[in-house]
């Protein structure tokens, strides 16, 4: 950063509502399943912190509120067995999207942060859209290794 390295750091994060009441399952013979979440909404609060690891050692907190509605996400997954009977689960397709988001800072320089709260939200969307592509990604990078990943214990017994 133009500042130098911080430390940020994000604790305390309460959910203080979550609707997740639109949820579909379907499943298709012989093995896929979808599910779906359409129109999700979550607000949360949470105690932020940060501090410049160089001298002059800049440092502020306080809390923040984050809004994230009208939310989606749908997997399509392949559920199969092995020869000897293990299940094996493979995602077929996955996506994900946040409609918006929300970000507003209480307490230290929160007036001067508020200014870029919907710069911030844009990146923090993405930066959590990336995140919840990349577990498929990882889930499609398995696949293709072993042709299916096993869900079970870790010694695969």
Do not use: M
């Amino acid at each position: 950063t133009p500042v130098g390295h911080i430390t940020f750091t994000l604790s305390s994060i309460h959910i203080n509502s979550a609707d997740i009441s639109h949820t579909e399952a379907v499943l298709h013979q012989p093995s896929n399943v979808e599910a779906s979440i359409k129109n999700a909404n979550i607000a949360l609060n949470a105690h932020w912190h940060y501090r410049e690891d160089s001298w002059p050692h800049i440092s502020d907190s306080g809390s923040v509120d984050v809004n994230a509605r009208s939310i989606s996400a749908a997997i399509n997954i392949l559920i199969t067995t092995t020869k000897s009977g293990e299940p094996h689960v493979t995602s077929q397709s996955c996506s994900f999207n946040i409609g918006s988001l929300d970000v507003t800072f209480h307490g230290g320089a929160s007036w001067l942060y508020n200014l870029f709260s919907s710069s911030i939200a844009d990146s923090l969307k993405d930066a959590i859209k990336g995140q919840v592509l990349s577990i498929d990604n990882e889930f499609h990078k398995r696949r293709s290794e072993s042709d299916s990943v096993y869900i079970g214990p870790e010694d695969g017994h």
